[in-house]
């Protein structure tokens, strides 16, 4: 059985049908009352209630740096042998602490971590402006960012977590480099419809995302789009060594999700 943890989210819901329709026998951790989840699959709303019978464990803390340690304990005393963590690319940059990747490596279980950039479902955030005024309001137009496929970070995530390989550290990223403009461009096309970009200053972005995430974060997130690092804007291998095929663009990942912005 494999536990996966953050099972609603970007990378949660789709990895969870994916080891599902693979066969495997899955348990979903979801404090949601009613979790969308394939048939078959157990939902639990702890991570403690969700480790009995695992033998490996897909980590996703979402907006949130405080060690493992007790966790991954008892996910080693439960039986678990494996983690996956997905992790984020800014720990490799300096702008994020190493604090949960610590934690992994030194909880002896068998372990590897996902380090992807900027998500190409960030998008998603303009769905709203796009629906109702064919607009992408957002800063840094013209600064662009590898953004990789959350499908992606899916089957490198259920390739590891069925590997028995250990130690393995991938950077996850796109096959190119693409800006909100032309990101705005790709929506536009696959709506068949204009979609016009709309410059945001810094402080109109900043004070948007403190409405859903700590000001600090808000502060690197903007960084990050701002400001890369030349290594936040390089293309990755990874995905492709891995699957054995190129990472998807951001306009496949505009063509398949196109309806949330009708």
Same mark, same amino acid.
Do not use: C, Y
């Given at each position: 059985?494999?536990?996966?943890? %953050? ?20 348990? !979903? ?20 209630? /969700?480790?009995?019978?695992?033998? @490996? ?16 304990? #008892?996910?080693? $005393? ?17 702008? +994020?602490? #190493? ?6 490596? @030194? ?12 998500? =190409? ?33 899916? /089957?490198? !995530?259920? $390739? ?9 550290? +991938? ?5 190119? /480099? ?5 990101? #705005? @461009?790709?929506?536009?096309? !696959? ?13 109109? !972005?900043? #004070? ?31 995905? =492709? ?17 196109? %309806?949330?912005?009708?």
């Amino acid at each position: 059985m494999i536990t996966v943890m %953050g099972a609603t989210g970007n990378v949660g819901r789709p990895l969870v049908q994916a080891l599902a329709e693979a066969g495997e026998q899955v348990t !979903a951790i979801s404090r949601q009352k009613t979790a969308d989840v394939p048939a078959g699959v157990r939902v639990a709303r702890d991570a403690e209630s /969700a480790l009995d019978g695992a033998k @490996a464990l897909f980590l996703m803390v979402p907006g949130g740096f405080a060690p493992l340690d007790d966790l991954l304990a #008892a996910a080693r $005393s439960s039986g678990v042998g494996r983690v996956v963590l997905l992790s984020s690319q800014g720990v490799a940059t300096g702008r +994020h602490p #190493a604090v949960l990747e610590d934690s992994v490596r @030194a909880s002896g279980l068998k372990w590897t971590i996902l380090r992807p950039g900027a998500f =190409a479902s960030n998008a998603f955030q303009w769905t709203e402006s796009v629906r109702t005024a064919r607009r992408v309001v957002a800063p840094f137009g013209d600064v662009a960012l590898p953004v990789i496929d959350p499908e992606d970070i899916v /089957a490198v !995530a259920a $390739s590891a977590l069925l590997s028995d390989r250990s130690g393995d550290v +991938h950077e996850l990223t796109g096959p190119a /480099a693409i800006t909100p403009r032309h990101q #705005a @461009a790709a929506i536009s096309e !696959a709506l068949g419809e204009q979609v016009t970009f709309v410059p945001q200053t810094r402080e109109e !972005a900043q #004070a948007a995302m403190m409405a859903f995430m700590p000001p600090e974060v808000a502060n690197v997130t903007l960084n990050i789009l701002g400001a890369p690092t030349p290594r936040e804007q390089q293309v990755s291998p990874d995905v =492709a060594q891995i699957l054995g095929r190129p990472p998807r663009p951001f306009t496949a990942w505009a063509t398949r999700n196109a %309806g949330a912005f009708k």
